[in-house]
């Protein structure tokens, strides 16, 4: 049996790289035989990012909503919230302990931060709070609590996993053999999403398009992606065009073809975007029908998530008991 992970930060209303990186490749993973599912909402890792308690809340709802309105079956997979598990915190701490520092100064959003401080003249930690520069331990803890094979995510992630590995791997050589090193599933043809303006499509860069906005919101967004100036009947190029990376992530092998070809034949940009438009409503527009009725019915979110939590503890509260004998505390019974 495979352990399939993967988790979601609830800092914002899930986009259209969230789908592709995350929900749609898990919704499949999770209809799979042997295969075991867990999904959560990571909300721990939303205070690293906002300091806004209802927003906070807001985005947990609109994630866990939109994972059931794709098609996930809480009775099925284990669907549960970060901090609804108190030992993922305690673990963090375990691992804190057998992690170098010198691995966490590598890690890509630390040393955003510190460069861009440093590049600006200014102190390069100015800002930066403990709770950015222990991400990736957080992140080691979520996986190897539920000692996950495949962790499905969005290139922007794999350094993430690369790290529980290493921490995974430091743990094993202090302690024994007790954590299994994951490993990050990667969609082929979704690579990262570009957003809006063509570069990635991020919460932070405020270039995103919302999984279930509204169709007549969808297609104004669309028409606002970058293009270049080339005019009706000039070849396109489909290298580094956002709206090709987009159409490609929810077509067919065939209709990235077909579309490839319309580029060379110097389709107009507006052509094109109406096709992306088409394409993109077909698959959504179903599952945003439901979406709009379980975000009206947040008790039976609530539901669902409780149930997932009681799953995961039943995973987690064991594993924990055996991980504190194997480091030297005393077990809680
Ligand atoms: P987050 O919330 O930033 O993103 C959630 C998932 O969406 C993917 N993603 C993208 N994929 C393709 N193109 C894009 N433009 C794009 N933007 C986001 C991300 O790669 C991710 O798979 N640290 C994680 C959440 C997390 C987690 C975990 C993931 C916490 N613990 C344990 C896996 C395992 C994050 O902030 O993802």
């Given at each position: 049996i495979q352990r399939v992970l993967t988790g979601i930060t609830t800092s914002g209303t899930p986009h259209l790289g969230n789908y592709a990186g995350a929900v749609r490749p898990t919704v499949r993973a999770s209809r799979l035989a042997n295969v075991e599912s867990f999904y959560f909402l990571a909300d721990y890792h939303a205070l690293i990012k906002t300091g806004e308690p209802a927003r906070v809340q807001r985005s947990t709802l609109e994630i866990a909503a939109t994972w059931l309105a794709c098609g996930l079956d809480p009775e099925k997979v284990t669907f549960?919230?970060?901090?609804?598990?108190?030992?993922i915190p305690e673990l963090t701490w375990l691992l804190t302990c057998v992690t170098g520092k010198g691995l966490l100064n590598r890690a890509h959003a630390y040393k955003a931060s510190v460069d861009k401080n440093a590049a600006a003249g200014?102190?390069?930690?100015?800002?930066?709070t403990a709770g950015l520069f222990m991400y990736p331990v957080l992140m080691a803890a979520d996986i190897l609590m539920f000692n996950a094979h495949q962790v499905p995510v969005g290139r922007d992630q794999i350094q993430h996993i690369e790290m529980a590995r290493d921490i995974a791997a430091s743990f094993n050589h202090v302690y024994g053999e007790h954590f299994t090193l994951p490993e990050a599933a990667i969609e082929a043809n979704v690579a990262t999403l570009p957003g809006l303006d063509g570069r990635k499509m991020s919460k932070s860069y405020d270039n995103t398009i919302p999984l279930f906005t509204p169709r007549n919101q969808l297609r104004k967004l669309i028409m606002g992606i970058v293009t270049d100036s080339r005019t009706p009947g000039q070849p396109k190029d489909t290298e580094g065009s956002a709206l090709f990376q987009l159409y490609q992530a929810f077509a067919s092998a065939e209709e990235t073809t077909a579309f490839a070809q319309q580029y060379r034949e110097g389709i107009a940009w507006g052509d094109a975007k109406e096709q992306l438009f088409e394409r993109l409503d077909r698959e959504i527009a179903p599952m945003r029908t439901v979406y709009d009725e379980l975000i009206q019915n947040p008790a039976s979110i609530e539901r669902s998530l409780k149930m997932g939590a009681e799953k995961a503890r039943a995973v987690a509260t064991p594993f924990t008991a055996r991980l504190r004998n194997a480091v030297g505390l005393r077990s809680l019974s």
């Open positions: 549960y919230r970060q901090s609804d598990i108190p030992e200014m102190d390069p930690d100015h800002g930066v």
